[in-house]
């Protein structure tokens, strides 16, 4: 069985805190499934290619978004022209690690196409 996508919100709001800048407000695609156990697979699409999240509040924010459910939260920071995408699990509610994408197609079935955004950073062909 597949995961069912339950929620495509394309300006989901998020703060991001950034040194030297301070906190800065980004919008990104959110995008969550239905999986067969119950639980939600949320992924953001950063806004640019750098997600620029080290202590995970970005992840808190999603999960904000989906009060009383058990999230699982995934960033996705599209690539270039089909290079360098990435995509990466909170885990903790502390850290990003790195996430075969392979794995996220296998858990949510033929909805999910791997690097399917285009890169928005600016200056490199984006917004």
Sequence with gaps: MSAMLECDQPDFAYTV???????????????AWREDDGGLLAVLTVHGSNL???????????????????????????GWWGMSFAYLRSVGGTRWAPLDPRVLADRL???FVIDDEEDTTPGYGGA
């Design 109 to 111: 079935g033929p909805s």
């Design 52 to 78: 620029e999240d080290e202590s995970g509040v970005v992840a808190d924010q999603v999960r904000l978004r989906f009060v009383g459910e058990r999230v699982d939260v995934v960033a996705y920071e599209p």
């Design 17 to 31: 805190h950034v040194a030297g800048c301070g906190e800065m407000r980004r919008a990104g695609r959110l995008r």
